[in-house]
Structure formats: C-alpha cells, structure tokens
C-alpha cells in the first residue's frame, strides 16, 4: 500500500533492544568490583542480556497490556479465589527465578554474594519493575522464617530453588515456592497496632484466623506471612495458600486493585475466614518479626528505584542520540547535555547508595559494624532513591517529548511505575521515622554512619562543610530533612571514593553545595556535561555526538 503513503518516517529513533544492561553500564560494573562481587561477572552480564533483549521488552508490554484477571468461581460456581496471568507474566518469572534474584543472596557463601544478588535485582528492575514484588518477598521471607526453624527446614529449599512452578497446588506437591506477605488493614494503613485480624487456637499448633487485608500483593503465592492478634497480641503468622488436602486456604480475593502502575502485579483485598496458620516467633511479637522481612524489602524498593532511573536514563540517552532538532542531534544541544548528565549524576548516585546497602548486608554476619550499619542504611537509601526516582523519570519522559506519554512507549510505563516504590513498605513519613529509631536506638550508629562518610574528608570542600555544619536535631519534625541530609552526604562520599572525579566533584558541587537550581537540567556553567553524560550512554548509541563535541 506504498502508493498512500504521505510521507517518509524520519528522524525518529531506532528500537532500543538487544542490548546488554550489563555491559552498557560502566558504574554498576564499577560498584559490584568495589563492594567485592567482581566474582559474579559473568552471571550478571548473562543476567543482563536477557533483560535487554527484544524478547524480555515484548513480555513486559505484554504483561502490563493484558492485566491479572480475578476468578473468584469456577465454570460450575466452585469457588477458587484464583487469579489469571498473562503467559508472560509467568514466562518473566520464570527467567527472574532461573536467575536466582530471589535466592542467590543466602544459596552463595562466597563474600559479596548479597551484592551480587542485589546487582540482579537492579538489572531486572530495567526490564519489568512488576516482578519484582514476588522476588522481593520470597528473598526477605528467609528473616522472617529464621523465627521458626521447622518451617525454614520445611520450607526452604522449594523457597530458594531456582525452578518456577505457578501451578495452584499445596506446597508440598510442588519443587518451587513463591512467598508473599500481607499485613496493611483498612483501619491501620502502616501503623500495624491497630490490626484487627484475630487468631483463635485450633489445635496442633495451628491458628485460625479471621478478618481482612486491604493490602495482599502476589495472591497467588504458596505461602505468605501476616498479622493476626492472639490473647498476647500482634502476632506473625506463615499460612499456605492451599492446604494440604487440596483446596484453597479459607480466604477469599475480594478484588485486585486498580492501580495506576505496576500494572502487571496482581495486588488484591482479601478476606481470612478460618485461615490455617502458624505462628512464626515470639506470640505478642509480630510486628517486630515480620519488620525484619520489611527491612529486606526496603533494600529492595531501594534497588528496584535504582533500576528504573538507570532505564529511563538509556531511554532518555538513546532518544537524544538518534533524535534531531533545529539542525543537530539533541545530545549536542547544551540545554539538553545539561538535562542528560544531570539525571546521570542522580542515577549513578542512586545505585551506589543502594548497594552499598546491599554491601552493608552482606557483611553483616561477619562485621559488627556492619550489621549496625546495615540496620540503618536500607531505610536510608529506600528512601531518599525512591523520592529521587519520580522526579527522574518524569523527566526523562520530558526528553522524548509528547512521545514519552504515549502508553506504547516503554518510558511511559517507567513513569507510572515510579512512584510506587516510595509507598510499599512504608511512605517517606515512615521510613524517616525508621531512620531516627535506629539512629536513637541501635548503639553506635550515627558515629558508624558519620565514619563512613567521614572516609572522604579532604576530597572536595562540600563534603568537608558538610562535615564540620551541625546536623538538624534529631526531633520528629526534621525526620525528612535530618534523613535527606545524610543520604545526599553518604552518596557524596561514596562517589568520592570511587567515581570519576567529574562525578563525584559535579555531585558534591549541586547536592551539597547547591550550586545550580532545582530542577533537573540546571547544572552551573563550571560543569563539564559531556563527559557525564558520554560514562552514562550505553555502549552502541551514538557516543560519536559527543566525541565531536570533544
């Protein structure tokens, strides 16, 4: 049908597929060397092939296009409580799972290997942010299970296997478990006191428990942990989706949520009518048991907004490379450079925060320090990366123009998907206040934290102002401020020690120094865009614009 064509398609961009996560980019391979998982080289850059290629972008639009649908009855009106998936749903599973994102942090004994899980989970987070949610909590389960050693020696092989298995089966008929977790109620949101659900003894060690979550993400799972009070209170609970004779587990899906993003994700509200369960630690002690599964999540909402950022950043990159305007490629044109290497510098900031929090897990069984550490900087990092990832995919949207909000184009999704991080497991209120527990509560931890950040004293004058200004006192109404301070110092730091010093020396002049504006792109004029931006174009997408510009 040629003879109708009006005009000829130009100056539009190439398909971004086909390329290796991975390989393309030069700060990840950087940071997982420095935290002590070079070892991990070539899973990861397996690892990221998959999730470049044409075919993981196919069943990612896929999967969002054509959402989770809830069958409540059957054909004969049995009622099943089951939900249906997209086959790429299960297919992306399936590959995240053979990757071992899930499990490779507790299966590898060499050091690192929590680093190197976590540089899985940021990979992944490019190629579909809504499988992230079962893998994050199948991961952070294994905190929670270590309260009740039957169940983990029960349990933990299928948790941890890499073989994916979506049948609606009991756990025992099948060799691979997906955990999930369920604790927010109408009444309460995060404030997990007020629950309401109640669990009654029902012989055996078992519970029945009755009442509802307003919140229930991977519905399908296998096993799932939550709430419920007994006579000595809040208490965690591990319940089986199906019971061993057959047949659903006493709950009913009132709904899935409607949501604006995460779209391929089904997240439901449920109802428990007589739900088997068991307790997982100490009766009265739930909300602390089942916290420390929360504190894993949070690395991983940390670790997903990384992801997302450095996606949206190529995508942003592989627009201005290929897109021309008023005569030159966009990449050449200073307001855009400036645009470009602004988000560089918040992308890179943002992936080494999180996973110098993965690092600081990693060596928490083998440092004290660092086991402190680690209690304090996954909040840390959750949430200042998660508040800096809506604002850095809007405007990587903003680069592509009025194409960017078309919901066929893969930044679009990005943007809807961003903000969901700064909600799960705590909204930004929250995790503040998580950030001035620890700081009050866990000994030593503002001298460890002030140590760390200690460790590039000298390097650039921001940092050192920084280090000699009072911080905001630790009250209640500074939460925010005293938390964003002290991520916007341990990233600083952190690029100081080991980025380039146009990196870092960029990041510590506008972060800490404020030099420039506000918005993204208003970098000052003693700021050299183009080698930022040249570290952070993946390999293949037009480097040449930049080369020239010289």
């Known amino acids: 049908m040629s003879g109708y064509a009006t005009h000829e398609v130009r100056n539009q961009p190439p398909p971004l597929e086909d390329f290796n996560a991975w390989a393309a980019d030069l700060p990840l391979r950087e940071a997982v060397t420095a935290f002590g998982a070079g070892w ?30 809830l069958r409540t009855h059957d054909r004969y009106g049995h009622r099943i409580d089951e939900v249906e998936f997209h086959p790429a749903w299960h297919e992306l599973l399936g590959m995240l799972r053979a990757d071992e994102v899930h499990s490779l942090g507790w299966t590898e004994p060499r050091p690192g290997a929590q680093v190197a899980r976590a540089a899985l989970s940021y990979l992944w987070a490019q190629g579909e942010a809504g499988i992230g949610c079962p893998a994050a909590m199948t991961f952070a389960s294994m905190a929670a299970l270590r309260h009740a050693p039957d169940l983990l020696d029960r349990f933990q092989v299928k948790i941890l296997s890499p073989l994916y298995d979506p049948r609606a089966l009991p756990p025992a008929q099948k060799p691979a478990l997906t955990v999930a977790m369920a604790m927010t109620e109408k009444q309460g949101g995060s404030d997990l006191r007020q629950i309401q659900t109640q669990a009654a003894p029902a012989g055996g060690g078992w519970y029945a428990l009755t009442g509802h979550k307003w919140f229930f993400s991977v519905p399908t799972a296998d096993l799932f942990l939550t709430l419920a009070r007994t006579k000595a209170g809040p208490t965690c609970f591990l319940a089986q989706g199906w019971r061993d004779g057959g047949g659903r587990n006493f709950l009913l899906l009132q709904r899935l949520k409607e949501k604006c993003g995460n779209r391929s994700n089904a997240s439901s509200e449920v109802e428990f009518r007589g739900l088997q369960a068991q307790p997982i630690g100490e009766e009265g002690r739930g909300i602390a048991t089942i ?55 918040e992308a890179e900031a943002a992936m080494w925060l999180a996973l110098r929090a993965a690092a600081a897990l990693d060596a928490s069984s083998r440092d004290e320090g660092e086991r402190i550490l680690s209690r304090l900087l996954a909040p840390l990092a959750k949430y200042w990366v998660c508040k800096r990832a809506p604002v850095a995919v809007a405007e990587a949207l903003e680069c592509h123009g009025g194409n960017g909000f078309i919901e066929e184009h893969d930044i679009a999704r990005l943007y809807r998907d961003a903000p969901l991080n700064g909600l799960w497991e705590g909204s930004g209120n929250i995790i503040c206040l998580d ?21 590039a004293r000298g390097a650039h004058p921001a940092l050192d102002a920084w280090l000699a200004t009072p911080l ?48 993204p792109g208003t970098l000052p004029a003693g700021i050299d865009c183009a080698p930022i931006v040249s570290r952070a174009a993946p390999a293949g997408m037009g480097d040449a614009h930049l080369e020239k510009r010289g």
Do not use: W
């Open 40 to 69: 991990a080289e070539a899973r990861l850059a397996t690892c990221g092939a998959r999730v470049g290629s044409a075919h993981v972008q196919a069943l990612a639009r896929l999967a969002n296009r054509f959402t989770p649908e």
């Open 291 to 345: 916290l420390e599964m929360a504190h894993l999540t949070r690395l991983e909402c940390a670790l997903g907004s990384a992801g997302l950022m450095r996606q949206a950043l190529r995508l942003a990159l592989h627009h201005a490379n290929h897109r021309t305007a008023f005569g030159r490629p966009l990449v050449e044109q200073p307001a855009m450079t400036n645009v470009l290497a602004d988000l560089a510098l």
């Open 435 to 455: 950030v001035m527990r620890a700081l009050a509560r866990v000994p030593d931890s503002a001298d460890l934290l002030r140590a760390e950040i200690t460790r």
């Open 472 to 519: 905001p006192a630790p009250e209640e109404k500074n939460a925010r401020l005293l938390t964003e301070q002290l991520a916007l110092a341990l990233a600083a730091s952190l690029l100081l020690r080991h980025a380039p010093s146009y990196i870092a020396a960029a990041y510590c002049a506008t972060r800490l120094g404020h030099a420039g504006g506000y918005a």
